[in-house]
Each structure stands twice: as C-alpha cells, then as structure tokens.
C-alpha cells in the first residue's frame, strides 16, 4: 500500500471521525434543548397551576383546546378532563343573555386571526354566575399562519359586583344628593360650588346655574367666613377629617338665613384633599325658636317685661361693677300695687291683667334707656337703676313713679286708680349677693306698706334687724302652741242697761319662754300670713266655750255668761270649719246660743255669699256673730242689711273721740241707729270714762267693754270676777 493510499485512508477516517463528532455535538445539543424544553414546560405547567387566572391553548384549526390550567375547574366548576373531551362545553356555559355576543367575537377573531377580548358570564352546574374575562392573542408558525391562540380568563366576579355596587351607589348619592330635603353642595378646595342640590338653591333663592358661578365666600354672613375657611383649612391639612357649626349665608333677596353647616373633606386615591362634601340645614325658623324660648325664659308672658331671672342676672352684673369699681353706685326699687286685689276681684282678671300691662309701660317711660323695669310676678316689679351719682336719683326716680300712678287709667271704659309702696335699696350697703339687696328692698317695700302705703322709703338695717326678729318669732311660734305657752285672756263685756256682766271675749296671749308676753299686734299677723291663725283660732274656740260651760255650771245663781271669739278669714276659708264648731260644741257641752262669733267687715266683703252661706248654717245652731271694729274697714253701710248678723261692735277709735260736752259723737249716734233699725244690738268698745259710758247709756247703746270695767283677764281673775257679781 502507498503511502497515498495511506494517506487518503488517514483522511476518510478523520473525515468519518469528525462526521461522527459532529453526531455526537448535535445530539447533545438536541438532548440539552430537550431538556431545557422539559423544564420550562415544567415551570409553565407550575405557573399555570398555580395562578388564579385560567390559562388555555386552542388549536386555530380545529377548535381543539391542546390546554387547560386547572384553575378552569374553579372557576367554571367543570373539570379540565371534560372540557378536553367536549370542547364546546366552554361556549354551552356563557350565559344566555351573553351568549350571543361572545360567541360571535370568538368566531370573528378565529377567522381573522386577531387578538380579542371579551367579559361575559357563565352559569356554572350549581346555578351560581361568574363573570370572566376572557382575553387570547394568536400564535403563527414559521409560515405566518395562526396555528392556535393562546389566552387568559380571570374571575372577575367580584370586581364587577363593585362596579356594580359603586354604580347602585353613585346613583344613591345622586338621587339621595338631588333628592334630599336639606340643602347639599360639592365645593372645591377653594371654596367654589361644583354642584349644588335643589334643596340649597330653594332655601338661598337662587337657581343651580346662579350658585354655581358663586362661591362660599360671596354668600356667607361676613361675620362667619374666617371661622369657615380656618375650619377648611384644618381639613387640607389633614389634621381634622369633617366639622360642623352654625353659619349665617345671605340669601338673594338679602335675608339673612341661619344654618347648620357639616363639611366632610374627599381624598382622592393618594389621600391628596379632593374637594369637600357639604351639608346645609336650614335652622331659621329653630333659631328663631330659641331665640323665642330664650326671650320667653327671660320675660314676663304678660307684660314682655324682663322677669325675675334676667332681672338677677343684670343685678349681678351690677353688683360686680359695683364691687370692682370704688365709687360705682346702683339701686334696686321693689314696687308693690296697692289693693290691686280690689281691682280684680271688683273688674275681673282680664281687666287687671291689662292694668299691670299699662303700668309696666309707665314705669318704664319712668327710668332711663339703660334701667331696667322687671315683674315679679303677680302685682310686684322691680328697678334696676343702673349708675346713678346718688340716693337722690333713687329717691327722684321713686317719686316720678308715684306721679305717673296718680293719672288715672282708662280700661275697657273702667277709670282705674292705683298707688305703690315702694322699698329702695342702694349699693353702698357692700352687698355680696344680688338675692340680698332685693330682698333688703322687699323689706323696704313692705315697711312703706305698713306705714300707710303709696309711699316709699329706703332700706336701713334696722328694717333687716326687725325682719331677723320677726323671722325668730314666726320660727318660735310655730312650736308655741305645743309647747302650751299660749293662754286665753278674758276681755269682759258688761251690759249697759243693767249695769252688770252679761259675758266676755276672748283674747290669745303669748308667753314666751325667755322674751315674756308678746303682745297681739306683734304675733297675730304673723299667725295670719302663715296660716298658724287657724290652729290658733280652733285652740282659742275650745278653750273659751270650756271655760263658758264651766263657768255656767260653777255659778248657776249668775245671769249665764256669753262667750264671743274672733274668727279669722283664713279659719272661713277652711271646708272644715262648720264641722270643727260643731265638735268643740259638743265635747264641751256649751249651747250654741251661748257663743258669739265676731268676724271683720273685711271678711264678710271679700266672701260675701261664702261667709254668707256660712253663717246661716252656724245660726241654725243658735250661734251669734257680730261685726268686729265697724267702720275701720269697708264702707259697707249699703252692705249691712244682706249681712245675717245680730251685733256690731264699735271700734274704740269712735268711742275714744267722745267728749263730755257731747262732741265728735255723730258717728257713733249713728252707727247706733242703723243698728237698731237693722234689729241688731251694739256694743261699744274701748270705754275708759264715766263720761263716754253715759253718752253711750243716753244712745240706748246695749253693751260695753274697755278698762273703765276691766282689763283683760286670766282665767282665775275672770272666774274670781263672776263670783264677785260686779255692779256698774
């Protein structure tokens, strides 16, 4: 063999040799493609099975699906292996109503070989529906041609139940916005209206397209705006997320409309301030309701004067400049109506009621702008003099006032007259609390009534001193008759004609424990206001027809003795006073011909067919009354015939102007005569002097009482009396 045979066998050789590296080469390089394949294939199936989208390859041709993600089987609610043996199963279960639609896109773009994109439901086998999305996009060969699609279908169920939600929603908003019955805005962060609802152009007065060319600004009260926008501001920044107060706007036709404003501030998807919502009640006719309930809380119903509370407010006001200010001076004027009961109970209430009405007026064209008048209630009103120089002004005040009264008033065709006692308290006395100079000023006021009304006088502290003193007697005499420190005195009543006793009245003393007898005049008012009179009086009645009946049985031999008791208006006005008369009567044994009870003329004027009525029915029972202190009340000489009493007794201020020479005894020669005339008998009080019980013997007058036959006395003086058979 050559050595080119050699070489040429060399050559093949490395030639097939290189041929089969070349195999090899290849073949490794196919198996790691192979094998790269399988793996991202691998990592596909792992994504695919493991998303929540359901992945899909269709073949373009025949329809066929070459592969299905399992998540299919959760959404559709089939299983992959069905769908891979029917592939129509995917279109069978898009909903009917959907059906259509989706369907004819599917065959569009298969045709035309396009991506495509589609939502649509689909009814799963338990009924339940599902909204996908369902998107695909082709896949060609190396000659161009689509050759299958492959796609993605997600559940988007919930996401289109939000869709629909925020749908519902916003038309919620949008009807319950352009619906509702107080005013709503959307405002910009710089305060412009964006939209504004029915409700708000109908409460400011203008039309949508008017308020939406205005801002807040341009409509709100100037006084409300900084507080409006600084409150806005809090909301841009962040630091508050909605606020609500009161606001005044300004409505087209310029009036003034009160309102509760609510702001919420919108954040848009960064938490960045979007606009503001906006919440306008319209509170004018509330606030004018307060304000109503507030002047009403304030004022007098009657008379629209300030009552008691803001005219306490004012004097507290008054008292802290007063104490803050050295030389500052005030005064408080307690005004009181004289006998303004005469004039309701004479014209009736609805004419009084216009009275305090006409007064109220008067007394404030009395003072100064920046006094004030209030009323108290009933017929009482007070002063406020607010700064005055001296008491002098007080005091000038207080008699133009009186001036003003002395005009007479002209009511529902009635010329009525009235007067005041006035009690004037000033400052200077270094009160603490308002309540104390008015009530120095009520104390005041109450001393010028005693002394004689239409007057008035100004607060000392005696006046308080006496009111403290008076207060320790009311508190002690509320346990006096208890504690058995009254005691019946016996005022003995002596006939005339035959010169001897013929009976008494009885009279209450007081013994005090420590300050000793305290005299009527200074207890028995005080019984009256309180009402302790009645318990009083039923005490006094049991006592004296007691002593009456013992008295009868101890001294048969003497003519039978009489008994006369006051009876007080408050005891008249008890429903039980006829069956309280009637007990006494009976546990001790006194006939009532033998009791006679004396009453006021006042009484029988202020309850004419009552008291009446009343005594009637006592005198059915042989009891007596008689007129006490004639004259000194009422004139009620007109009155006295109607009246069913069988005595009068002459007040002592009559008897005591009797001279010896016969003067000054007209009134009381008369009071005789219409007395007898009547078929009363009369009796005479207060005679201290031979000279008046004989011009009373010359009048025919019946009987007598006073110091010239004796003082009032105790019970063993009075008894030792009778024994005695006095002769006058």
């Known amino acids: 063999m050559s050595d080119r045979e050699i070489v040429e066998i060399v050559q093949q050789q490395n ?51 070459l592969y299905i993600s399992p998540t299919y089987e959760t959404v559709w609610g089939r299983s992959c292996q069905s769908l891979y043996e029917d592939p129509q199963s995917w279109l069978l279960a898009i909903h009917p109503e959907d059906s259509y639609k989706a369907i004819a896109t599917i065959e569009t773009q298969f045709r035309t070989g396009d991506d495509f994109e589609e939502e649509y439901r689909i009814i799963r086998p338990d009924k339940s529906i599902c909204w996908v999305r369902v998107r695909a996009f082709p896949v ?19 996401r289109r139940e939000a869709e629909e939600a925020l749908k519902k929603s916003e038309e919620q908003f949008r009807l319950t916005f352009e619906m509702a019955p107080i005013g709503m ?18 409460a400011l007065g203008y039309t949508q397209k008017e ?23 809090q909301l841009i920044k962040g630091k508050e997320s ?29 938490d960045r301030p979007l606009h503001f919502n906006n919440q306008i009640v319209d509170i004018t006719e509330r606030k004018y309701m307060e304000q109503q309930l507030l002047h009403d809380a304030l004022h007098d119903a009657l008379t629209g004067l300030p009552n008691r509370a803001l005219f306490m407010d004012r004097l507290e006001q008054q008292l802290k400049k007063s104490q803050n200010q050295k030389d500052y001076l005030f005064a408080v004027l307690f005004l009181d109506l004289d006998r303004f009961k005469v004039v309701n109970d004479s014209v009736g209430h609805l004419v009084g009621d216009k009275l305090l009405i006409e007064i109220g007026r008067r007394l404030e064209g009395s003072i100064a702008p920046t006094d004030t008048v209030a009323r108290l209630g009933g017929d009482e009103f007070t002063i406020l003099l607010e700064n005055i120089a001296s008491k002098s002004e ?53 001393s010028a009534k005693e002394q004689g009304k239409a007057r008035y006088e100004i607060f000392d502290n005696s006046l308080r001193d006496r009111a403290v003193k008076r207060l320790e007697l009311e508190t002690d005499l509320r346990r006096a008759l208890e504690r058995g420190e009254f005691e019946v005195y016996y005022q003995p009543i002596t006939s005339l004609r035959l010169g ?30 309180t009402g302790l ?23 048969p031999e003497h003519p039978t003795i009489r008994m006369s008791v006051n009876l007080s208006g408050q005891q008249f006005r008890e429903p039980q006073l006829i069956e309280e008369i009637d007990r006494i009567l009976e546990e001790t044994g006194l006939e009532g011909k033998f009791l006679k009870l004396e009453i006021t003329e006042s009484i029988l004027i202020d309850n004419l067919e009552t008291v009446t009525d009343i005594i009637l029915t006592l005198r059915k029972r042989q009891i007596q009354f008689s007129i006490d202190d004639f004259g000194t009340g009422y004139s009620s000489l007109s009155y006295l015939n109607r009246f069913p009493v069988d005595t009068i007794k002459i007040d002592r201020s009559f008897v005591s102007q009797m001279q010896a020479n016969g003067e000054n005894s007209a009134i009381v020669k008369a009071i005789v005569i219409l007395a007898h005339m009547l078929k009363m008998d009369v009796i005479a009080e207060g005679i201290e002097t031979t000279s008046q019980l004989a011009q009373l013997r010359l009048l025919e007058c019946e009987y007598g009482q006073g110091f010239f036959f004796s003082r009032p006395l105790n019970h063993q003086q009075a008894e030792a009396l009778i024994a005695s058979l006095p002769q006058w």
């Open 394 to 446: 007080a005091t000038l005040v207080a008699e133009s006032i009186y001036q003003t009264l002395t005009f007479p008033f002209n009511i529902e065709g009635y010329e009525l007259f009235t007067t005041a006692s006035i009690g004037i308290a000033l400052s200077s006395q270094g009160y603490k609390k308002p309540e104390d100079i008015l009530r120095d000023a009520d104390l005041t006021m109450y």
């Open 533 to 555: 009179i009645v318990p009083l009086g039923n005490w006094l009645l049991q006592q004296a027809c007691q002593a009456a009946k013992d008295w009868q049985l101890k001294y």
């Open 211 to 233: 308020l939406l060319e205005l801002s807040f600004a341009q409509i709100s009260h100037p006084e409300d705006l900084q507080i409006h926008r600084s409150l806005e501001q």
């Open 140 to 158: 060609r060969d190396v000659m161009g041609k689509v050759n299958r699609f492959v796609g993605i279908a997600e559940d988007i169920t919930k």
């Open 185 to 202: 805005a959307i405002s910009s962060l710089k305060g412009r209206f964006k939209r504004v609802n029915q409700a708000l152009c109908d």
């Open 500 to 529: 001897i006793l013929s009976g008494f009245e009885a009279l209450a003393r007081w013994n005090h424990p420590t300050k000793g007898r305290i005299k009527p005049d200074n207890f028995i008012p005080i019984c009256e206001e």
């Open 15 to 65: 030639s097939l040799l290189n041929r089969i590296e070349a195999v090899l080469a290849e073949n490794q390089r196919l198996r790691t493609e192979l094998q790269e394949l399988k793996e991202r294939e691998e990592r596909f199936r792992q994504i695919a099975e493991n998303v929540r989208e359901v992945f899909f390859v269709i073949s373009a041709k025949t329809d066929e699906i």
């Open 242 to 270: 909605d606020f609500q107060i009161e606001k005044r706007f300004i409505a087209k036709n310029g009036r003034i409309v009160d309102t509760l404003l609510k702001v919420l501030v919108v954040l848009d998807a960064d």
